[in-house]
């Protein structure tokens, strides 16, 4: 009998968890569609559309890129969480497009690797990597994905993304969703980064310098 109770409450858990996934997935669908976007900076990215590429942003702006890249129709990976309450997001991102590699820099770090490498390697994929995710610290790069660019000579490039109205959630990371009709601003650096020399602490400030620039270009200050 309890074991029959458990089987039928975790029956329940997982069908929860699939219609908070949908509904999550129309409540962004509806406010994405009214939406204007300004896209700064993109002709590099669609110049090296067939070429390995890593992609750098805050974990604050995932929302915003995610959608982006279906925007553009723009081929793109990126990394999910193995923990449960990661794959409410991770079924609205694949429903977007984004391709998933299972894993992150505090669990499942030796799959992230394995898929990473395979693509850069064989498959010329841009990858796009919240660099001071998944749980912080916030505006803070860690090394992994950046150590891994430099091993195979793949360019990284920092971007930002900002809306005109946006509410802030209130997590570690102050994650921005766009409010309905707002313009989401999206810029990527104009240059790419390709040497031996560059540190996460590198990456840190090409995000926040791009980000800087992006509010003061649309006079917006977050």
């Known amino acids: 009998m309890e074991l029959l109770i458990k089987k039928q409450l975790n029956i329940l858990l997982i069908m929860s968890s699939y219609i908070i996934s949908f509904i999550l997935k129309f409540i962004f669908n509806l ?13 590099l990215l669609r110049e090296n559309k067939s070429k390995p590429l890593l992609i750098c942003i805050w974990h604050s702006r995932l929302l915003f ?11 793109v990976w990126g990394i999910s969480s193995t ?29 992230v690797i394995k898929q990473m490498s395979n693509l ?16 912080g610290p916030r505006k803070v790069a860690k090394e992994g994905s950046v150590k ?6 793949v360019p990284v490039v920092a971007a ?8 802030e959630l209130p997590s570690w990371d102050k994650t921005k969703i766009p409010k309905p009709f707002s313009t ?10 390709i040497h031996d020399n560059i540190t996460s602490e590198n990456v840190s400030q090409y995000i926040d310098n791009n980000q800087q620039q992006l509010s003061q270009e649309i006079e917006i200050h977050n």
Do not use: M
């Open 31 to 43: 406010i994405f569609l009214t939406c204007k976007w300004k896209i700064i900076n993109d002709d």
């Open 65 to 75: 890129f995610s959608r982006f890249f279906k925007y553009i129709k723009f081929p």
């Open 83 to 111: 923990h449960k309450d990661s794959e409410l997001l991770a079924r609205v991102l694949k429903s977007w497009g984004i391709n998933l590699i299972k894993g992150s820099s505090t669990r499942g770090w030796v799959n």
């Open 120 to 135: 850069f390697k064989n498959e010329n994929a841009a990858i796009i990597v919240t660099v001071d995710g998944p749980k």
């Open 148 to 153: 891994l660019a430099k091993k195979y000579n």
């Open 160 to 167: 930002s993304a900002i809306s005109s109205s946006f509410w």
């Open 184 to 193: 989401i601003y999206v810029k990527f650096d104009k240059q790419y980064f």
